[in-house]
């Protein structure tokens, strides 16, 4: 796999190009992608048996009827299980935000906790409360997708 760190220098100059500086979509759109979730989802799908998209095609579907009707509800687990590893990745980031992010409103939480560490004094008593608030996030998502990430694990690691 490809670290983060040899990515980041194309896709800054890819978010340069597609005007996505200092906004939230500049620091979603590259955080969706990796190669870790195109094998996840691949072993996930390989699950699926192929007799379904045979039968939706003797009914007549296309191919992208095939995928968006058949194939996308059933890799629905996986999809779940990816959007939870994708959040818990990145979402403690602190490099890509920083290189992202210009004005104060959009900072994240890792970004905003930095500033309180300054050269007049460190601010410990707030440092220490976003901390706490830092962790609330993603115990809710993992507790709220936990019956989907485990399914989406088992299927996916299961062939045949």
Avoid: C
């Amino acid at each position: 796999m490809v670290p983060g760190v040899v990515t980041m220098i194309p896709n800054f100059a890819l978010m340069v190009k597609l005007h996505l500086m200092d906004t939230y979509a500049g620091l979603i759109v590259p955080a969706s992608f990796s190669a870790f979730g195109v094998f996840l989802l691949r072993q996930f799908m390989l699950s699926i048996p192929t007799s379904l998209d045979e039968a939706a095609s003797i009914d007549g579907a296309s191919k992208w009827q095939i995928f968006w009707d058949v194939i996308v509800p059933l890799s629905r687990p996986g999809l779940i299980a990816l959007a939870i590893f994708a959040f818990l990745g990145n979402y403690g980031g602190l490099i890509w935000p920083l290189v992202m992010v210009k004005s104060e409103y959009l900072r994240t939480l890792p970004v905003g906790m930095m500033f309180f560490d300054t050269q007049y004094g460190r601010q410990t008593n707030l440092i220490m409360a976003g901390s706490v608030l830092a962790v609330i996030p993603p115990l809710i998502l993992f507790i709220a997708g936990q019956k989907f990430l485990v399914k989406g694990i088992q299927l996916g690691a299961v062939k045949g």
